[in-house]
C-alpha cells in the first residue's frame, strides 16, 4: 500500500506565496512521474504541473512563470512553489504518481488534497 500526504496549504492574499509537498511512503519499487492537479467546486480536476523523474517539467499555461514543481527522488517528495498567487489559484490541490510495481505495471496514487484559498 502506498500512501501520498500533501501539506502546505491554507490561505493567502492575493500576490502571496505558499508552497506545497507531497510525499509518498510505503511498499514503493520506483516512482516515475509526480504532479500536481487542482480542482475548484463545480469544475473539473485540472493538471497543474508535472515532473519526471528525471526532471523534466511541464506546466499549465495559467501556472507558467508562477509555480515551480520540483522532487526529491530519494525522500519521494514532490513539491509546488506557488508565488504571486490569485484568487483564481483557490482550489483543493491534489499530488499524483505514477508508480512502476515491483511486480510489473504501472498504478497512479492519488493524495488526499490539500485546500489554497487566496482572498482578494
Known amino acids: 500500500q502506498v500512501q501520498l500526504v500533501e501539506s502546505g496549504g491554507g490561505l493567502v492574499q492575493a500576490g502571496g506565496s505558499l508552497r506545497l509537498s507531497c510525499a509518498a511512503s510505503g511498499r514503493i519499487f520506483i516512482i516515475n512521474a509526480m504532479g500536481w492537479y487542482r480542482q475548484a467546486p463545480g469544475k473539473q480536476r485540472d493538471l497543474v504541473a508535472t515532473?519526471?523523474?528525471?526532471?523534466?517539467?511541464n506546466y499549465a499555461d495559467s501556472v507558467k512563470g508562477r509555480f515551480t514543481i520540483s522532487r526529491d527522488n530519494a525522500k519521494n517528495t514532490v513539491y509546488l512553489q506557488m508565488n504571486s498567487l490569485k484568487p483564481e489559484d483557490s482550489a483543493v490541490y491534489y499530488c499524483?504518481?505514477?508508480?512502476?510495481?515491483?511486480?510489473?505495471?504501472?498504478?497512479?496514487?492519488w493524495g488526499q488534497g490539500t485546500q489554497v484559498t487566496v482572498s482578494s
Open positions: 499524483n504518481a505514477d508508480r512502476v510495481r515491483a511486480a510489473g505495471g504501472i498504478e497512479v496514487d
Open positions: 515532473i519526471t523523474r528525471g526532471g523534466i517539467t
